[in-house]
């Protein structure tokens, strides 16, 4: 298995978050934080959080089963560890579970976003996708947008896509996937929601490239086969582990449910 989930309380206390707006249009907020031990950066970011309420999301979770999903399915991405800890926000103290992440970006790189950089270089009248496949990235947003459908992302907005550079070495790459708490079953709170949750269903998702659907996303990679590994009907107990006492049996089954209907859906495209 992996050590991606850190079920140990840790005492994160001295990390000072930041309020990032919940972009999907819901009332929370996503809080980030970062840290720089050692001479290493580490990000950090909270499930969706209210004012008075605490954490009440799970998007956190929801980060480590995609990031165990690309690992299976032999895509690259960012790397994330699920830590259960203390944290203190505006002087209140709260016991969750948080994600953790190394930066992504080399000495003496820069970024920028996939959206920034398509509009300072765009031909007139070319849109996204074909601007992306012009300049050599049309096998990353293919695979983006496969993992997106199986995953039902709802934010893939152009920040969420960057372009690493290093001007010195004249160098230009587009980073690992990261940021997938969007995703799954993150609007459902209640046992009676993940139920009724159709797990088949194309929701209006916030897309950079192509349209508000998935699945009418996915069809513009015209059934290429993107992945180098598979999910098989076993991997269940690797997506899953140690997330037990994390979210619910109900919960996990349904989130089951939802990435092996939508391989096999994805498979006979």
């Not at 709260?94 to 920028?112: A, I, N, P, Q, V």
């Not at 031909?123 to 049309?138: H, I, K, Q, S, T």
């Amino acid at each position: 298995m992996d050590n991606k989930v850190i079920r140990e309380k840790q005492d994160l206390t001295y990390l000072k978050w930041s309020h990032i707006r919940n972009s999907s249009g819901t009332a929370g907020s996503f809080l980030k934080s970062e840290s720089n031990l050692g001479g290493k950066k580490r990000y950090y970011k909270l499930s969706d959080y209210e004012p008075g309420g605490g954490i009440v999301g799970h998007e956190c979770v929801n980060e480590i089963i995609v990031d165990r999903l690309l690992t299976l399915l032999g895509v690259e991405h960012l790397q994330y560890q699920l830590i259960y800890a203390d944290i203190e926000i505006d002087g209140k103290i709260y016991t969750t579970y948080l994600c953790s992440s190394e930066d992504f970006k080399h000495r003496g790189e820069s970024k920028t976003s996939l959206e920034n950089y398509y509009f300072a270089n765009r031909l007139p009248d070319e849109n996204a996708y074909d601007f992306c496949e012009r300049v050599g990235f049309r096998d990353y947003i293919d695979t983006m947008l496969a993992v997106d459908y199986l995953v039902l992302n709802r934010d893939r907005h152009g920040a969420n896509i960057e372009v690493l550079r290093n001007s010195r070495q004249h160098l230009l790459r587009i980073a690992p996937y990261f940021d997938h708490g969007l995703s799954l079953l993150f609007s459902c709170h209640s046992e009676e929601e993940i139920e009724a949750f159709d797990v088949l269903k194309d929701v209006p998702c916030n897309n950079f490239i192509g349209s508000r659907s998935c699945k009418e996303n996915v069809a513009l990679t015209h059934g290429r086969k993107l992945f180098q590994g598979e999910l098989k009907d076993t991997d269940k107990e690797y997506l899953f582990y140690h997330l037990e006492d994390v979210i619910s049996d109900c919960h996990k089954d349904q989130i089951w449910k939802m990435l092996w209907e939508r391989y096999k859906q994805y498979e006979n495209l």
